[in-house]
């Protein structure tokens, strides 16, 4: 994990550290509904809307100046040789082949036929930290990943994690939430396996973890109620 990406899960967990102490409450275990994010989660299929960071690939049918892998820029645009910026965020990739078949038709082409496909949906990702072996941020693919696929995605746990102790942070209708759980028992078949949804951090507790966020994990109690901080 980068020194960037490192640097922003500190910063978290000690904010996180702070609501413990200030606003009342460990992290809450067994939490059957934990809910989803604030910002709509779409799968990456017919109705997914395009986000910057996006990578698409655009084949311009007997047009090889044009076929290719495009990013979504920070303000939503591809950029199209002899073209320039084609405004694209927010719509499907068949709204985006109208687009371009427009933007094309009218200066250049004759009637071109365009497809369009997502490659990466950069903006569907989550961060694992912790005690696992590659700690990072990782995309969550076109379907649905579960905390045990997340923690299989970061290659397991590594020798010094406490697989009973592990919290999932995320944003509810505004207020930094989370629950924790326990993998043993999710294993066992004892307790859900959770959604992880886009943004969610992911954080495994393990005798190497750094300090800051043991104090965080150390407030995890054995059985409570859902808290926000």
Same mark, same amino acid.
């Given at each position: 994990?980068?020194?960037?990406?490192?640097?922003?899960?500190?910063?978290?967990?000690?904010?996180? *550290?702070?609501?413990?102490?200030? #606003?009342?409450?460990? *992290?809450?275990?067994?939490?059957? =509904? &934990?809910?989803?994010?604030?910002?709509?989660?779409?799968?990456?299929? =017919? =109705?997914?809307? *395009?986000? !910057?960071?996006?990578?698409?690939?655009?084949?311009?049918?007997?047009?090889?100046?044009?076929?290719?892998?495009?990013?979504?820029?920070?303000?939503?645009?591809?950029?199209?040789?002899?073209?320039?910026?084609? !405004?694209?965020?927010?719509?499907?990739?068949? =709204?985006?082949?109208?687009?371009?078949?427009?933007?094309?038709?009218?200066?250049?082409?004759?009637?071109?036929?365009?497809?369009?496909?997502?490659?990466?949906?950069?903006?569907?990702? &989550?961060?694992?930290?912790?005690?696992?072996?590659? !700690?990072?941020?990782?995309?969550?693919?076109?379907?649905?990943?579960?905390?045990?696929?997340?923690?299989?995605?970061?290659?397991?746990?590594?020798?010094?994690?406490?697989?009973?102790?592990?919290?999932?942070?995320?944003?509810?209708?505004?207020?930094?939430?989370?629950?924790? &759980?326990?993998? #043993?028992?999710?294993?066992?078949?004892?307790?859900?396996?959770?959604?992880?949804?886009?943004?969610?951090?992911?954080?495994?507790?393990?005798?190497?973890?750094?300090?800051?966020?043991?104090?965080?994990?150390?407030?995890?109690?054995?059985?409570?109620? &859902?808290?926000?901080?």
């Amino acid at each position: 994990m980068s020194r960037l990406i490192r640097l922003a899960v500190v910063c978290m967990s000690a904010l996180l *550290v702070t609501a413990c102490v200030t #606003k009342g409450g460990p *992290v809450p275990y067994n939490v059957t =509904e &934990f809910g989803a994010p604030d910002l709509p989660v779409a799968q990456v299929g =017919e =109705e997914y809307h *395009v986000s !910057p960071t996006d990578v698409l690939g655009i084949e311009v049918f007997g047009v090889q100046e044009y076929t290719g892998d495009y990013t979504v820029d920070d303000l939503g645009r591809i950029r199209l040789p002899l073209v320039g910026n084609v !405004p694209v965020a927010g719509q499907t990739t068949d =709204e985006i082949a109208s687009t371009l078949s427009k933007t094309l038709g009218e200066r250049l082409l004759q009637s071109p036929t365009i497809q369009v496909q997502v490659k990466a949906a950069n903006s569907r990702r &989550f961060t694992i930290d912790g005690a696992v072996m590659a !700690p990072g941020i990782y995309q969550l693919g076109s379907g649905k990943v579960t905390l045990v696929q997340a923690i299989a995605t970061a290659k397991g746990l590594n020798e010094s994690s406490n697989d009973r102790r592990i919290a999932i942070f995320r944003t509810i209708k505004g207020q930094r939430m989370a629950a924790a &759980f326990d993998l #043993k028992a999710i294993r066992r078949g004892q307790m859900p396996d959770p959604d992880i949804y886009p943004n969610d951090i992911v954080v495994v507790d393990g005798s190497n973890v750094r300090k800051n966020i043991q104090l965080v994990l150390q407030t995890l109690p054995l059985i409570g109620l &859902f808290t926000r901080f």
